[in-house]
């Protein structure tokens, strides 16, 4: 007997097999899905890797289907913030498509996430993109859209999503950009309009400060000691109070600061030190 994620198992169409190479899927696994066109703009592949990294930082894993574009920069975005990402093919699993992503898919393995399919050697037919669409949605409790054209897979996950009761977000664009005009569609028949990756978490009732503090046992205490400071205060917290808090030393302070807003944990704000994801 297969065993799928509960979440993949109650979607009309569930496949018969998912095939995996990397890290098996767990029967709790849930993620969220970034997804758009492959022709993607400079500013709409810099969404969907903040988008994705700032959602990893707060423990959830990334699910896309690694074709160019916004797909893979969402699973960059994911790895480079150290997250989980899966990577969900159209064709078999023997042979990775597009070719020119294997190496992609190699840096999503090592770094302990998955690569998956429903075939295990079947070419990747045009058909099978529209089918592989809705294992993208159906291993995410939500799909965000960036940058998706009338006619595109993007549009199509967001279909397979409605249909299996997911939440379906939309970045909204210029009006008269091509790639904005299936966005702007969806927008109009009810998906959700966001702009941030913590209007998602809040949107989703997700508490992505406490996410990331349940992870905190695995980071040095002086780090954990000024993440927990920082997510419990309910505004920015000054250089000074943090030095003052934990009783580090000035330039070890500013070295786990530098460190946390680089990897998107925290944010740097006129006042101090904030948590990005505080609800």
């Known amino acids: 007997m297969i065993i799928f994620p509960k979440i993949l198992e109650e979607i009309p169409a569930c496949p018969k097999n998912l095939f995996t190479k990397g890290r098996e899927l767990e029967r709790e696994f849930e993620g969220i899905a970034i997804v758009g066109t492959r022709k993607a703009s400079a500013e709409g592949l810099a969404i969907a890797e903040e988008f994705a990294r700032s959602l990893a930082s707060a423990g959830i894993p990334i699910v896309s289907g690694l074709a160019f574009g916004i797909d893979s920069a969402a699973h960059r975005g994911c790895l480079a913030a150290r997250g989980r990402t899966v990577a969900v093919l159209a064709g ?3 042979k990775i498509y597009p070719a020119t992503n294997a190496p992609l898919a190699e840096k999503i393995i090592s770094a302990g996430g998955s690569v998956v399919s429903e075939y295990q050697d079947e070419p990747s037919y045009p058909d099978l993109f529209l089918r592989r669409n809705r294992i993208i949605s159906g291993l995410s409790k939500a799909v965000i859209i960036i940058e998706a054209p009338l006619k595109s897979g993007a549009v199509s996950t967001a279909a397979w999503a409605a249909e299996q009761g997911r939440e379906v977000f939309v ?4 009006i008269s950009h091509p790639n904005y005009t299936g966005s702007h569609k969806l927008l109009r028949d009810g998906a959700r309009l966001v702009t941030s990756p913590e209007e998602v978490l809040s949107d989703l009732g997700i508490n992505g400060s406490a996410i990331s503090a349940s992870q905190n046992e695995e980071l040095p205490e002086d780090v954990v000691a000024i993440l927990e400071l920082i997510s419990i205060s309910h505004q920015a917290v000054s250089i000074d109070k943090i ?17 946390l807003t680089i ?5 740097e704000t006129p006042g101090g030190y904030a948590s990005r994801f505080k609800k």
């Open 263 to 267: 990897n998107g944990k925290i944010i």
């Open 171 to 174: 970045i909204p664009g210029p």
């Open 243 to 259: 030095i003052s808090t934990t009783k580090l030393e000035p330039q070890k302070v500013m070295t786990i600061l530098t460190d």
């Open 92 to 94: 078999g699993i023997v």
